[in-house]
């Protein structure tokens, strides 16, 4: 669980100016793991007249202290740094790794920004870990021009700057690191060896991060909007997307005769046998292993709220998925992977409404409404999924206070706290304690989420 409190943060309202954006032209941009341009170095960024200033620069487009935020607060710093410690010797010694965690490939593919060595400049450093490179795209052809007179940020990307101002370009780069894609992947072996478990929310970790953007008028003009909540939403679809393709993939899908268990619920095999805490819950009975449904249950609640006309369908499918995966049954002549498949086309074909959609106070408020319901249906039986839905509700109420829900704040307060005290130890989760957190939380929110 990563580091959350609840604060009430100054949200930045935008206005809806959705980019009229197509999925494909937002999956086709190359990572910058993929990119076939050079990386020339962060060292570039650093100069306090480019991103390195102390205090963001008044009068400029950016705040041009990115490089110092980043340096100074940014857990990406210390990504390359992790595997010289005693964990990672430790993983690659139970992994028989041939060489060193930080001289591995696969640990380099997510701990730095590691392209073949053709690819790297003569000031890239592997050592920096995650730098402003590996989000924003290989440099080579657009460093120089990006800072000209005439520079736009259309050119830039047409020169490879990475699009993270895109939802659906910025879930898909974050994910390729914090759960895999076919590039790079932290499967249960690695898990295995002592692998911390992955677990991720775009815009919960875009503000831990911490952000080192501002969306204001001018952000606005030069790139449309920058809405939290957009970001959430389009991050779950992405999210579930990953974890079908994953669980299509026949080189990440199996491991032998078993399917790859990073796909399932990691606590619905490791717990207690003493503690018995199955509940009837979407459609799986007892004693089966259970997908890791933490972003589809996000993603019910999200088509609840936002596109009614859609939702039973939708619950329709995930349901026969769950139900194929456990158990093997499917409508005849299908099986999982047909399932699959359908759901992920019908996943993708959501993402451009999505991203389309304002997120004003009432469509917050629906989708809070939507969230506190699916516990209603012992929906977050699992910790993954209330670990999600902890993040979402957070993020909900911290950008509905601003706007004038009327709350008490001390007994919203309280039960938040209440909410993250049920998630303080997955091991020992209790479903039933963050449903009644829940409901103390749906009794203070009312008349705003009856
Ligand atoms: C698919 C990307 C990916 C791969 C591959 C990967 N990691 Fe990680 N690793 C992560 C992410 C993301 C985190 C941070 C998890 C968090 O804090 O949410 C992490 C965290 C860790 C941590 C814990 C760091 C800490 O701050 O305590 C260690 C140790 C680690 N990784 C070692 C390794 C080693 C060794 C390898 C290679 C065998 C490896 N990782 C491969 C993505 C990856
Ligand atoms: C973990 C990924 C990540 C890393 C590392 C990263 N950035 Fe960013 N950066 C983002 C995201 C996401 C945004 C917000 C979306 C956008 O406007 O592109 C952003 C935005 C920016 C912006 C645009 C602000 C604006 O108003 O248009 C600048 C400039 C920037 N980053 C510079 C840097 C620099 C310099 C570094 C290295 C010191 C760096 N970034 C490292 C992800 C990253
Ligand atoms: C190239 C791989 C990579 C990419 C891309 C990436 N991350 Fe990370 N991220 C990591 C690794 C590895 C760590 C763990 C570093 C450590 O433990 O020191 C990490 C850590 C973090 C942390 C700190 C988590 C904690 O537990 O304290 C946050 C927050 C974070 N990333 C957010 C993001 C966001 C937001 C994006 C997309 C804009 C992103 N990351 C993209 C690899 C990546
Ligand atoms: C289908 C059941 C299943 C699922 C789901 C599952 N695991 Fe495991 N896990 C196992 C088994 C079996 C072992 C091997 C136990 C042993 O060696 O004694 C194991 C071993 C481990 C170990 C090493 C434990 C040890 O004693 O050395 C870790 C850590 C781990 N898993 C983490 C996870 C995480 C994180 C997830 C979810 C992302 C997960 N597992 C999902 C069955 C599962």
Redesign the pocket.
Known sequence: M?RLEFTPMRSHIGLSLALLMVVGVVFAAPLPNQSPHRTEGTVNCASSTCHGSITPLEGSDVLQNEYTTWLRLDRHTQAYA??L?E??RS??RK?GLKTP?HA?Q??L???SHAPGPARRGKRHVLGEGVGCEGCHGPAEKWLAGHVEDGASHARNLAQGLYPTERPAAQARLCLS??F?DDS???SHR?MGAG??R???EVKTFTSLEPAHFRVDADYRKRKGTHEGLKVWSVGQAVAVIHLLETLTDPKRGRQGPFPELVLFDCHSCHHPMSEQRWSPRLGVGPGVIRLNDSNLLMLRAIVRALMPQDSAGFDAEVHALHLAVATGEAPPGKDYLDLAHALTRRVESLIPGLERHSYDAEVMRRILVALVEESRQSSFADYAGAEQAYMAITSLVNDLVPRGMKVDKTALRSAMNRLLDALANDEHYQPAVFQAALEELRARLQPAAR
């Open positions: 990563p992790v595997l410690n964990r990672s993983i690659a992994l965690a591995t696969i640990c593919d997510c701990h690191c914090h895999g790079r992947f932290v690695l692998h911390p992955l677990s991720f």
